[in-house]
């Protein structure tokens, strides 16, 4: 989550969403104010490793959006998957990179 440039996280602790039918969910409320931006990512984006074998992390991640500021889902989007393949370089990719930005006016 970024709030007027500043991030931060919010606690995600569980179950993947729509794999197990049965399964009970913790339901986490957060007030977002105009200009906040939030960025819901799935585990290719921070377990991306390089040729080292780093793994670019929420640490990377954080590092990548530290005090930026967006005017469009778009770009915050496209600065993630620009710092993920900076930071990839020519090592393989071995999982997705799904992403899903939101920016409340």
């Known amino acids: ?3 007027h440039g500043v991030k931060g996280e919010l606690d995600s602790a569980g179950l ?6 049965e399964a009970e969910y913790m339901v986490s409320r957060v007030q977002l104010e105009a200009s906040d931006s939030l ?4 585990d290719g984006v921070t377990e991306t490793a390089n040729a080292g074998g ?15 500021a967006f005017d469009a889902p778009s770009r915050l989007i496209a600065h993630c998957v620009d710092s993920v393949a900076a930071f990839r370089g020519r090592a393989e990719s071995r999982d997705d990179l799904s992403m899903l ?3 409340f006016a």
């Open 1 to 3: 989550m970024i709030k």
């Open 16 to 21: 993947p969403l729509g794999m197990f039918a």
């Open 39 to 42: 960025l819901l990512f799935t």
């Open 54 to 68: 780093k793994e670019f992390g929420t640490a990377g991640l954080s590092a990548a959006l530290d005090g930026r």
């Open 101 to 103: 930005a939101l920016t």
